[in-house]
């Protein structure tokens, strides 16, 4: 065929002609991505490999990034490729050239998908940016203000002992509760707390009333698809919100800058009649100032109080559900657990309300949050960074500048090169056992909350809270798993481990996506007789 018989065809049949272009010119993309990139030496996935984001896509899609990220490190070693430009690698001497204080990778544009309309402090990607932003709202998250902020958990906790309670009672001795709801809903309420002003009252109703739980879920999804697709742009969170409707990011929005805006009218009100308004984190940012010296506005407190609802409920609520998982799970560590709370409570240095100075001396039981951080991190997505104009030397190879590197907490703490040969094991002693060097190397290779500059700001919020809710809990009530197998038996989902394997022994049905939920979590509670 001559040359303009081609041209002729082509002009005949432009619909075709189009198609066909479009489809040549993204197969040669993809070969060149998988053959001839930069990236092209290093191992993954062939979808992956091929650049069109579809492997970190279907892990968005399909909940499984730590599982499916895990097998492909065990298979191909330090490194791996999960899209056109992104490596993963699980070697601890790249901690802290990638995410250390002062360092020059910043976040990549994934993490803009995690804001409304103006970035926040998670979704800041620029580093300059984000160290003025973090210095105008660190007040909020002072050691300082974490013990004012202790009664407003005591309250919330209040309320789900209450809940309790009435369940032992209808359950004639014998509740059987939703754990996994239960845990979201005590976790939304301090929240709401700390950051909106006052409970949301979900645990007192026992349910989702303000319907945020299918809206933080909607939030989440929409983030990790449009994040893998960033081609996609626009039109791609445009469907995705229109999909998601009444129940997506945009709703979660506006009910959280309403919430603020009513608190705010109340703080405005205390002031004009000279009352001290209550201490606590939104208090706080009321008083945040920008660099050049101008107060937040309204809009930007709003987005501050958001993220913390997006950043700080479901993370908590993940490890009290897994703490409990794997203190229960294990007759052997249920009881010494108990041993060191009961000797706490006996020797006088526990009483209730349980003060977070007085439960981080439970020296078993905080290594059981250790150890749960360590195996059931609440974020197992990979956190990625783009590598700064100089370009660096990751594990052993150079990469370019703008080339994306990332960590995956649930990958690498499960890496024998990060915890030992048991790697994969709940093992609480080994942060007992550990000399203080040591136990200097597992706390820099525990990367749950991050590290270096962007390490989570929240986190001894939820250490705190943690550490108030679960002994209280334990000390009150005795729990066992509610059986799946039974004709009555409350179960939806079939039983999934951590480590993504199906079990019908298994308590909970968890999901690995930025997020490690833990679904359908049903346990039995009951009065203990010595609290
Ligand atoms: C067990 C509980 C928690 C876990 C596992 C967790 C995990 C994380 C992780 C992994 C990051 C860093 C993300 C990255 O580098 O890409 C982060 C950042 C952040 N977290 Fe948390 N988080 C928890 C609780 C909280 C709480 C309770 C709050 C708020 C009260 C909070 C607020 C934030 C904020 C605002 C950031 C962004 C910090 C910055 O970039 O400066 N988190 N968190």
């Not at 001795?173 to 309420?189: F, I, N």
């Amino acid at each position: 065929m001559s040359l303009a018989q081609v041209v002729d065809f082509a002009s005949e049949h432009l619909p075709l002609t189009l198609a066909l272009t479009v489809l040549a010119s993204l197969a040669s993309w993809a070969v060149y991505n998988a053959f001839f990139s930069p990236l092209a030496d290093v191992p993954g996935p062939l979808s992956a490999r091929l650049g069109l984001g579809s492997w970190m896509s279907n892990r968005a899609l399909s909940y499984d990034m730590g599982w499916k990220l895990a097998e492909q490190h065990e298979k191909h070693g330090a490194a791996v490729r999960v899209s056109r430009n992104m490596v993963s690698l699980v070697d601890p001497a790249v901690i802290g050239e990638i995410y250390r204080y002062g360092g020059k990778f910043e976040k990549t544009s994934f993490y803009s998908y995690f804001r409304a309309d103006k970035p926040s402090l998670m979704s800041t990607l620029g580093n300059h940016d984000h160290a003025l932003m973090r210095r105008a709202e660190s007040p909020a998250y002072t050691m300082t203000l974490l013990v004012d902020l202790e009664e407003h958990v005591d309250s919330c906790l209040d309320d789900l002992v209450s809940y309790f309670d009435k369940a032992i009672v209808t359950g004639k001795g014998k509740g059987t509760v939703d754990m996994g709801e239960m845990m979201q809903l005590l976790a939304m309420d301090v929240i709401g707390e700390l950051a909106f002003g006052g409970t949301f009252g979900l645990c007192k109703a026992g349910k989702d009333t303000q319907g945020f739980l299918p809206m933080l879920e909607a939030f989440v999804d929409v983030c990790c698809l449009c994040g893998t697709q960033p081609w996609a742009g626009l039109p791609l969170i445009a469907f995705c919100n229109w999909k998601v409707g009444a129940q997506g990011p945009q709703a979660l929005a506006a009910k959280s800058s309403k919430a603020v805006k009513d608190r705010l009218e109340q703080i405005k009100k205390a002031y004009e009649t000279g009352d001290e308004p209550r201490r606590d984190m939104l208090s706080k940012l009321v008083m945040a100032k920008n660099a050049d010296g101008s107060p937040y506005s309204v809009r930007q407190i709003e987005v501050a109080a958001s993220s913390i609802l997006g950043a700080g409920s479901d993370t908590t609520a993940i490890t009290m559900r897994a703490l409990l998982y794997f203190i229960v799970r294990d007759p052997a560590v249920y009881a010494k657990v108990m041993r060191d709370i009961e000797d706490a409570f006996d020797s006088g240095l526990l009483s209730l309300p349980i003060k977070y100075s007085d439960g981080t001396k439970l020296s078993y039981f905080q290594s059981c949050l250790k150890e749960t951080l360590r195996l059931h991190p609440a974020v197992p997505w990979t956190l990625p960074r783009i590598v700064p104009k100089e370009g660096a030397v990751l594990a052993g190879r150079y990469y370019a500048p703008g080339t994306q590197v990332a960590m995956s907490p649930f990958v690498f703490h499960r890496r024998t090169e990060a915890f030992g040969p048991d790697a994969a094991v709940f093992r609480p002693e080994r942060w007992l056992e550990a000399t203080e060097e040591e136990k200097k190397v597992m706390e820099r290779n525990l990367i749950t909350f991050g590290s270096g500059s962007r390490v989570c700001i929240g986190k001894n919020i939820s250490l705190m809270e943690i550490t108030k809710v679960l002994p209280t809990l334990l000390w009150k009530y005795r729990f066992s798993f509610t059986p799946r197998n039974q004709p009555n038996s409350p179960h939806k989902l079939p039983g999934r481990a951590v480590d993504g394997t199906y079990d019908d022994k298994e308590p909970w049905h968890v999901k690995s996506q930025w997020f490690a939920v833990q679904a359908d979590y049903w346990v039995d509670v009951e009065e203990r007789d010595d609290a």
